[in-house]
Every structure is written in C-alpha cells, then in structure tokens.
C-alpha cells in the first residue's frame, strides 16, 4: 500500500520566520496532495492542496509544491506567527477519497 | 452550513463490548469517509461511503464496519473492543464534485476501551 513519510516530526521557528515540512509518497496513482493544521483538541482543517497536474499553489503566506517524478510534495509558510503553531499533516489521496496520511509536524512559532 | 457532527463526543467501554458512532456529513455531502487517529499510528483510513456503497476500504480488521443511510448520515461500529482501539475516530464529509474530494472533518469522537 501507500507510505507517506513527513519530516521533520518537530519544528521550532522565530516569529516571521519561514518554517518548511517536506512529504515523500511510494504510490504514483495518488493524484490529490493535502495539507491539513490540527489544533490541541480540534479537528483537523484543510488549509491547502494540490493535484497531481499542479506544480505550485499559493495561498497568501502558504505555498505548496509537488514534484510528481520525485514524489514529494512540501509545504511552505512564510512570516510565520504564534498562531500558526499546531500540527501538520500531509496526505496523499486516491479516487474515491481514499487518503494515507503523514505521520504530522508539530509547528512550534516562537514569539 | 452547519459542519460536521459527531455523536457521541465521548465513549467509555470495556473490552469485548461493541460500540457504534455516528456521523452526519454537510448538507449536501454525500461522501463521508472514516478515520482513526492515535498517537502512535497517527490518522489511518478506515473506509469511505459514497450514496450508501463503501468504495473504498483501509487495512483494518472485519471488527470494524460501517454503513450510510439515504440522508448520506453514516455509523461506523466496532465489535469485540480491545484495549487498541482507544483513539479519536473521525468521520469526514465531501461533496461529490469529482472522483477525489476536499474532506471537511467532524470533531471526532474520542473512544476510550478499559
């Protein structure tokens, strides 16, 4: 089956600094990559994602990007804040909403 | 639009009982897929319903089963409990706009087995 490994598993960053979380995929039919943020106690929420015929997507401070023949995919956030801090996981998804999820990046912004 | 709801929140059992959860989707969701999540495993697929048909399917033991009504409302139940089935179980809902969906996440139930 599918393995999605996500890196790093902790990440400590300064205020307005950029934090980077890097996943690689064994499946080339996973066509749908999201990323989720999980707050202590909540559910997890989509903040972006791409699909498989996408290089790059942004999304103000936030930027995804996939490279298909490596199978990897990263997430980007840029001037980062306290608020940004949570835990991160990626996915790699199949048709029929089937997704293998990453193992998740507890974001840590200092202030 | 309301979110997705679980019932219930939260679930104490014991070993060998049987639980069942629900799950009811956004209005207008008609897929609505299974999770559990724990620390050690982190969140592992279970299965996903789409107009009461399971379409797919994760690596998780026939204990586990689920079912969606007409109003696309899922449960999912686990019978025999064992102590590692102690986890947050969240279902998720999408729309059928193509053949892979945004998931929007419930709240979870949190399932302790003693």
């Known amino acids: 089956g599918e393995n999605v490994e996500q890196h790093p598993s902790t990440l400590s960053v300064q205020e307005g600094d950029s934090a980077v979380i890097k996943c690689t995929y064994s499946d080339s039919a996973s066509n749908y990559f999201p990323w989720y943020k999980q707050e202590l106690g909540k559910r997890p929420q989509l903040i972006i994602d791409i699909r498989s015929n996408v290089g790059e997507k942004k999304d103000q401070r936030i930027a995804v990007t996939l490279n298909k023949t490596a199978k990897h995919f990263s997430l980007h956030i840029t001037e980062t804040q306290p608020e940004d801090s949570a835990v991160y996981f990626c996915a790699a998804g199949y048709n029929f909403n089937k997704f293998y999820f990453g193992s998740g990046t507890k974001l840590n912004v200092k202030p | 639009k309301a979110g997705v709801t679980q019932t219930p929140r939260y679930l104490i059992k014991t070993r060998g009982q049987q639980v069942t959860l629900s799950c009811s989707p956004i209005?207008?969701?008609?897929?609505v897929s299974w999770y559990q999540q724990t620390p050690g495993q982190g969140l592992q697929f279970l299965f996903e319903?789409?107009?009461?048909?399971?379409?797919n399917k994760g690596n998780f033991p026939g204990r586990f089963s689920g079912r969606q009504f007409s109003n696309s409302r899922s449960e999912m139940n686990v019978s025999t409990l064992e102590l590692g089935d102690s986890a947050l179980y969240l279902c998720a809902s999408s729309l059928p706009g193509g053949p892979i969906d945004e998931q929007f996440f419930g709240p979870g139930t949190r399932l302790t087995v003693l």
């Open positions: 209005s207008g969701h008609r897929s």
């Open positions: 319903y789409f107009s009461e048909t399971q379409r």
